[in-house]
């Protein structure tokens, strides 16, 4: 039987291995195969996959996107690819501007939210913009122009990006102008909670439906989660406040979502990330394979159902030998 070929552009970052480990863990393992597309030759991701492609990297001067694309989508092509997974956030942009030419061209499903879903939440400050006009709760947020409108103390980052790096609480007014010298295209927002108030929601949004949704508590070292619990104890405020945004955002598949609770036990998001999560592959120990359920959606097969489980998964390095 003809295998199902998937695609996943830069399938060696962290969401590609994720993207990754879910299809080999679901029962569509042994009727895919999986072509990655990279910007580096000998990558891990390349050796757990059928095929690769080495692209423009669109990062350097002088390449462009329209290479990016003419290229992928004539190895879409080449390999009868029908859905494509966008593993990175600097390819979100790009892909959600080209999402309808690669379908159009190739009949292969781009999973990417539109241009304005993308736009909303690759800006933080957008982001605010966006939860104000809809009535939702919000951290108050400030531009560079507006520092003595700032409450203390307070958080100051970067507009677009995600992860802590360039994440700093400051606690004066002075402190706040050091950090905005430092930092490129910053924003400033009120400081809400404390770590252990925070949390990370995905959803999986389609049809005007919220299809799937998890909860979790994450544990990060160098920006990056070590650890995730999934817990019947979650504010029970948080599910609500999500499904509001999503209604209201209509992400195309994955979204996932970062918040705090406030003094008075409200949700309140500061980062929207429009795509796979990083961790997607802790997800199917919970019960949730985000993959799987949209590559069986795409491709018209029975989706799977959730069964929640609760616990904690724990994030640890491999290490991976490649015989010369």
């Not at 939210?113 to 809809?134: C, Q």
Request: glycine residues 6%; proline residues 5%.
């Amino acid at each position: 039987m003809k295998k199902t070929s998937i695609g996943i552009s830069a399938a060696d970052s962290i969401v590609g291995h994720g993207i990754i480990k879910s299809l080999k863990k679901s029962d569509l393992r042994d009727s895919i195969r999986i072509v990655c597309f990279e910007y580096f030759e000998g990558t891990v991701a390349s050796q757990w996959t059928e095929k690769t492609y080495m692209m423009p990297d669109i990062l350097k001067s002088g390449v462009s996107r329209e290479s990016y694309i003419e290229k992928l989508i004539s190895s879409i092509k080449a390999e009868d690819i029908k859905i494509l997974f966008v593993a990175i956030g600097f390819e979100l942009e790009m892909m959600a501007a080209s999402r309808d030419l690669i379908r159009k061209e190739t009949g292969c499903e781009v999973i990417v939210s539109s241009p304005e879903v993308i736009s909303i939440a690759e800006d933080k400050y957008e982001t605010f913009r966006f939860l104000k006009a809809n009535g939702l709760p919000y951290p108050l947020t400030w531009l560079p122009g507006e520092i003595d409108k700032a409450i203390y103390p307070a958080i100051v980052k970067p507009r677009t990006g995600t992860g802590s790096k360039g994440v700093y609480v400051v606690n004066s007014k002075d402190e706040l102008l050091k950090r905005l010298s430092e930092i490129k295209n910053p924003v400033i927002q009120e400081n809400i909670g404390t770590k252990d108030d925070e949390y990370t929601c995905g959803v999986i949004y389609l049809d005007d439906e919220v299809k799937t949704y998890i909860c979790l508590k994450r544990y990060l070292k160098f920006g990056n989660t070590i650890s995730a619990y999934h817990s019947k104890n979650a504010p029970s405020t948080i599910r609500p406040y999500i499904e509001k945004i999503s209604h209201a955002l209509k992400p195309f598949g994955p979204c996932n979502f970062q918040l705090r609770i406030d003094k008075d036990g409200n949700p309140k998001l500061f980062e929207i990330n429009a795509r796979f999560s990083g961790t997607t592959s802790m997800r199917p120990y919970f019960g949730i394979n985000e993959s799987e359920y949209m590559v069986k959606h795409l491709l018209g097969m029975e989706v799977p159902a959730t069964s929640l489980k609760y616990g904690k998964v724990q994030r640890y390095q491999e290490d991976l030998f490649i015989q010369e």
